[in-house]
C-alpha cells in the first residue's frame, strides 16, 4: 500500500524565494497534519484538516505559512517569503478521522534556506 | 553565539538485551497513547498503541505499559536488534479531537 508521499524530498533555495511543499495523503484518510521538525523545538503541529477544512491553524508561525487542502488527495504548505530560519524537515501525516487514529507520516522534506 | 537545542535523552544497549524507553506525559486527561519509531532521514512509524482502560499492550517484540497514576508510559523491546536504532517519541491524545501531542523523543543505539 502507498503510504503518505511528499515531495520534494530535499529542497534549497535561497532567502526571499517562494517554497511550495507537496502532499499525498493515504487514499481514504480524510484528516491531514503538517508538522515541522527542528532540533531546537523537536516535533511542531503547525496545521491540520479534516475532510479538506482546515481545523486547527495555530501552530503557523506566521503569514509568511499558508496551507491548502484543495481535495481529498492533496495538500500544500507554502512559505513566502522564505527565511533561513525556516530551515527544518517538513512532515506531512494523515489518518482516518473516525474515533481517534493513528497518524501515518510522509519522508518528510528536508528545507533548507540559504 | 552558543546554540540550546533540545536535550534528546539517550539510551545505549548491546545487542540482545531487553530495551526499556520511558515516557512522561503532561496531560491526566489523555486516554490514546502512541509510541513512534524514527530512522535517519526518515518519517516517524507507528509501532504500537495503547487505550487508557489498558494498562499492558504487547505486540511483536515490543510491550506498551501504561501507568495512568503516574502519568507514564514506557515501551519495552525484547531482543534488541542493530535495526532497532532509532529515536523514539511517545504521542499522546486527550480526546480533543484527532491531534496528538509528542513528547522530545529517547535515541536508541544498538552496539554489535
Known amino acids: 500500500d502507498a503510504g503518505v508521499i511528499q515531495s520534494p524530498r530535499h529542497e534549497v533555495t535561497e532567502m526571499g524565494q517562494e517554497v511550495t511543499l507537496r502532499c499525498k495523503p493515504i487514499?481514504?484518510?480524510?484528516?491531514l497534519f503538517w508538522y515541522r521538525q527542528t532540533m531546537m523545538r523537536g516535533l511542531e503541529l503547525l496545521i491540520y484538516?479534516?475532510?479538506?477544512?482546515?481545523?486547527?491553524d495555530s501552530g503557523m508561525p506566521e503569514d509568511r505559512f499558508s496551507a491548502k487542502m484543495p481535495n481529498a488527495s492533496f495538500s500544500t504548505l507554502k512559505i513566502q517569503p522564505s527565511e533561513p530560519r525556516d530551515s527544518a524537515v517538513y512532515f506531512c501525516?494523515?489518518?482516518?478521522?473516525?474515533?481517534?487514529?493513528?497518524?501515518?507520516f510522509g519522508d518528510g522534506t528536508r528545507l533548507s534556506i540559504l | 553565539g552558543e546554540s540550546v537545542g533540545l536535550h534528546l535523552p539517550t539510551l545505549s544497549v548491546q545487542e540482545g538485551d531487553n530495551s526499556i524507553i520511558n515516557c512522561a506525559y503532561s496531560?491526566?486527561?489523555?486516554?490514546?497513547f502512541i509510541w513512534y519509531k524514527q530512522e535517519s532521514g526518515k518519517g516517524p512509524q507507528f509501532i504500537i498503541d495503547?487505550?487508557?482502560?489498558?494498562d499492558k499492550r504487547q505486540g511483536q517484540r515490543v510491550t506498551v505499559l501504561l501507568n495512568k497514576t503516574v502519568k507514564h508510559l514506557s515501551l519495552q523491546i525484547a531482543a534488541t536488534q542493530p535495526g532497532d536504532s532509532a529515536v523514539y517519541f511517545c504521542?499522546?491524545?486527550?480526546?480533543?479531537?484527532?491531534?496528538?501531542?509528542f513528547g522530545t523523543g529517547t535515541s536508541l543505539t544498538v552496539i554489535p
Open positions: 487514499s481514504g484518510h480524510n484528516s
Open positions: 496531560n491526566s486527561a489523555s486516554d490514546y
Open positions: 504521542a499522546e491524545n486527550a480526546n480533543t479531537g484527532n491531534q496528538f501531542y
Open positions: 495503547i487505550r487508557s482502560n489498558m
Open positions: 501525516a494523515s489518518s482516518l478521522l473516525t474515533g481517534v487514529q493513528p497518524q501515518h
Open positions: 484538516f479534516n475532510n479538506n477544512v482546515p481545523i486547527d
